[in-house]
């Protein structure tokens, strides 16, 4: 029988404030049945009426089910339950665990006003602080708060923070819109006096990181706004509303001076008077607030929300002859410190600076800051105990240098608290290599620093911006890892807002948009492969669907820039941070287009368009023709001698017939011999590379350049300590120290990209790309040991359930140990394609082809 278990709507777990009129939903098996052949969904309303009774409908899947039945209303919840039968017709229980959706607007209006406490344009002001008063005349049956802000908000109700999430709304195109989040209050809230209270930032909206690139000038806007809407039922059935308007009040004060993403925050805690958030009399004067008219979409939150997700300890405090604390946390993270002071004086200044690496005095390094300031200056209050954490800012460190603390600074009086997108691990692997192990570690921690709202660069200097390029060739490492769809969803949405005149930017969400800039080849690619990764990864055709024409125009436009021509020129880029081997726009170019045309014809197969995927397949075949003609001489030479234009020739199989085994001989030679096994590839080369080797059965060499130590390469830095992923691959070295501060972060993901390989070539799990294949229904399990490791597994929990593949060598046998998860299958491929006793082995088969496929369980053959 089938046991239900998982189940999510529009990827999240019972969400609150959903604004989906056609929510999907999903769920897993388990027991000891092998698949599920039909299931039965109901959603009941709030008032226990039936809204949809899907009937038993014959299909083997259980994710991306489209709500079907009426209208949803809004500010309502409701409850859904599944049933499914097995492969022999046995109906399961219905499910057991509690699954429902609350919406929110629904796209209708809302009663509140945006409201400003100040205005104008300056930045680096102090953080707002409103509040409003009201009362509730009977004990409270149900409370909801609806609140969004153009800038950062952290809202109070009686002086309890609401919800646990920081930096909200989060970022998104506020040229277009902005996200709400929706809370249930109902247990913060009284019978009686009542006070709803905002801190407001400047944050993403109008901080430095919205004027960076404009020297300053306005983007977005040049002051934060609140929008905030309570809803409350009391016990005897009576509503009252609550909202923003003229009637709030602005307490001026100047507790928090600035809060800045870049510059980081100055508190002036002898300032502070908690009561203010309990709506108690204190003394700052009190100003009325400005309502103000703002014209964008208000969405719900689909994407994830940010938490503190960790805390760290020190790992160990030096302090320096000058008087100057060292904290080491031992791990290069992204979020800020949380310091624990007692009986301290007033008006005692401590300044903090952060860092990712120590200079050779010992002192922390923050040159590669650029004009980033990062710094907390905390000015305490004299109180017998104060805990203080910055609010609306955070900080790329694995080092903190402090000054001016009172005292002894011991482990227990801080901390560091590690803040990213909550998202679920969704991978793990591990070897028996222990560098790559720590590589593994680094790419994750990678991950988790640059995973703040949107896919960033990086997370400490003057910037901290969503490249798409970083993003695209990351996000199937990044899937892996973590389970991402409600993050990529979200920032798919800001990165078709920002497409201008066809072309997908370079950044999303980008503040920068007067005038139109040009996409740029690779990066701008990103509109094309985040939306098939999240396919392949998650069964999403949604995304397809609502993007797919907007994929076609990118493609259309290169063309027409070049006045017709296929031979296009956009790289604006490059093979960005390249060893001195540069790869021509043209050619990055050209094979990118190509590239695509050939995705977007497997996007609109998948999608049923046939004649779209034919004309784009037609237009890969015309583009392949012109690579061959510009970039190959007529004797079958490559003409750009560099790694990256042969991994891109043969990664989009653009190489022409006279000319693939010079090509192939090319790569390997120059990796083997001319670079003494070394890599000299940029960002747009380096993730093909060890694909494209395996592709070519040089599994062998794909190993040795992996685990080569020497500069440069993966391992390299990992040697040196790394606890992250470099930006460049000379971000630091023995013989010449720092590499160039303009453009140096320790932390930086886009070389993490080689994850990919360890999941789908040393574990040997990869995803399949048919409809009837899609999120992980049906996949293939190729394992590639090669001979340098002994041990190695991964395991992936797909939107069917955990996935794992394990191989070790025990004398001259391989074991090998995978599991599928209920209602999935896999082909497998064993390591060597050795032959094994198929028919003697339960669960396994043959199909008429000879391939072999393995049904749900655990399994072990010896090789």
């Known amino acids: 029988m089938l046991e239900i278990y998982g189940l999510r709507t529009e990827y999240k777990i019972n969400p609150l404030g959903m604004d989906e009129p056609q929510p999907r939903f999903f769920y897993k098996l388990r027991g000891d049945s092998l698949a599920q052949s039909a299931r039965r ?54 499910s057991q665990e509690e699954a429902w959706f609350e919406t929110g607007f629904l796209g209708g209006a809302w009663q509140a006003q945006w409201i400003a406490g100040y205005t104008g344009q300056a930045n680096l002001r102090p953080v707002q602080r409103m509040r409003r008063q009201f009362n509730l005349p009977q004990p409270i049956q149900s409370a909801r708060l609806y609140i969004t802000s153009l800038g950062l908000y952290e809202a109070y109700l009686n002086g309890e923070k609401v919800g646990d999430a920081v930096f909200t709304p989060g970022w998104t195109d506020y040229y277009t819109r902005v996200q709400y989040q929706a809370y249930d209050v109902t247990e913060l809230l009284q019978a009686g006096e009542n006070c709803l209270a905002v801190q407001l930032g400047e944050g993403w909206y109008c901080g430095h990181i919205a004027r960076h690139w404009y020297q300053g000038d306005v983007t977005y806007g040049g002051h934060p706004a609140l929008l905030a809407q309570l809803q409350v039922t009391c016990a005897d059935g009576s509503t009252h509303t609550v909202i923003t308007d003229g009637s709030w009040e602005q307490l001026q004060q100047r507790v928090i001076r600035y809060s800045d993403i870049y510059q980081g925050e100055h508190c002036e805690y002898w300032r502070e008077n908690p009561a203010w958030k309990t709506g108690a009399k204190v003394a700052w004067s009190v100003s009325p607030v400005h309502v103000e008219e703002h014209q964008l979409q208000i969405d719900w939150q689909d994407g994830a929300p940010v938490r503190v997700r960790e805390e760290l300890p020190p790992r160990s405090i030096t302090r320096r002859a000058n008087g100057n604390y060292v904290v080491d946390f031992g791990q290069n993270l992204t979020g800020r410190e949380r310091l624990h002071l007692k009986n301290t004086l007033p008006g005692t200044l401590i300044h903090i600076r952060h860092g990712e690496m120590l200079n050779p005095d010992g002192s922390v390094y923050t040159e590669n800051l650029r004009s980033a300031a990062a710094e907390t200056v905390y000015v305490t209050g004299g109180n017998p105990e104060e805990v203080y954490e910055p609010l609306f800012t955070f900080f790329g460190f694995r080092y903190l240098e402090i000054s001016g603390w009172p005292g002894e600074l011991t482990d227990e009086m801080l901390c560091a608290r590690v803040i990213y997108s909550d998202l679920p691990v969704s991978g793990h692997f591990q070897c028996s290599n222990p560098l790559l192990n720590q590589l593994y570690h ?117 063309v027409e820039a070049a006045g017709g021509s296929l031979l296009v020129k956009n790289a604006r880029y490059g093979d960005w941070l390249n060893l001195d081997a540069p790869t021509s726009e043209e050619l990055i170019s050209t094979a990118y287009l190509a590239g695509m045309h050939k995705l977007l014809a497997e996007i609109y197969q998948v999608l049923g368009r046939e004649q779209d995927c034919l004309e784009h397949q037609r237009k890969y075949e015309q583009v392949r023709k012109c690579f061959g003609e510009n970039f190959f001489s007529p004797e079958g030479e490559l003409l750009e001698r560099t790694q990256t234009a042969a991994l891109l020739a043969l990664h989009f199989r653009l190489v022409p017939e006279n000319a693939y085994a010079n090509t192939v001989n090319f790569l390997l030679q120059d990796i083997r011999e001319t670079r003494k096994l070394h890599l000299s590839t940029g960002f747009v080369g380096t993730p093909l590379l060890l694909p494209v080797l395996s592709s070519l059965g040089q599994t062998g060499l794909a190993y040795a350049l992996l685990e080569q130590t020497t500069y440069p390469g993966w391992l390299y830095p990992v040697t040196q300590g790394a606890t992250t992923c470099w930006e460049r691959w000379n971000s630091w070295t023995e013989a010449d120290g720092f590499g160039n501060v303009g453009m140096n972060s320790f932390n930086h993901y886009a070389y993490g990209a080689v994850a990919e390989w360890f999941f789908q070539n040393i574990g040997g799990l990869r995803m399949q790309n048919g409809l009837s294949q899609r999120g992980g229904k049906q996949l293939l399990l190729a394992p590639e040991p090669g001979q340098s490791l002994d041990e190695a597994s991964v395991e992936y929990e797909t939107l069917y359930g955990k996935v794992t593949s394990h191989w070790w060598r025990q004398g001259n046998r391989l074991i090998w140990e995978f599991s599928l998860p209920c209602n999935t299958s896999a082909r497998i491929v064993p390591p060597g394609d050795k032959c094994i006793p198929v028919l003697d082995i339960p669960g396994l088969s043959l199909n008429a082809d000879g391939d072999i496929f393995a049904a749900p369980g655990s399994y072990r053959l010896e090789l």
């Open 41 to 94: 969904l109901q959603v009941e309303g709030p008032s226990g009426e039936c809204c949809w009774d899907s009937g038993w409908v014959e299909s083997g899947e259980s994710i991306q089910i489209v709500y079907a039945g009426t209208a949803l209303c809004a500010h309502s919840r409701y409850h859904w339950r599944v049933k499914v039968r097995d492969e022999q017709g046995r109906e399961s229980d219905w």
């Open 442 to 558: 680094n790419i994750v921690w990678g991950q988790k620093g640059n995973f703040l709202d949107v896919p960033t660069d990086c997370p400490q200097r003057d910037e901290r911006y969503g490249w798409t390029g970083d993003t695209q060739v990351f996000a199937n490492t990044a899937t892996f890892n973590f389970f991402c769809p409600e993050f990529y969803r979200k920032w798919l949405r800001d990165l078709n807002a920002n497409q201008s005149q066809g072309h997908f930017p370079a950044i999303a969400p980008n503040p920068y948009q007067r005038g139109h800039t040009p996409g740029a080849t690779a990066w701008s690619d990103a509109g094309l492969i985040v939306p098939w990764i999240m396919y392949q990864k998650y069964g999403d055709t949604e995304v397809l669907q609502r993007y797919c024409e907007n994929m076609s125009r990118w493609l259309e436009v290169q």
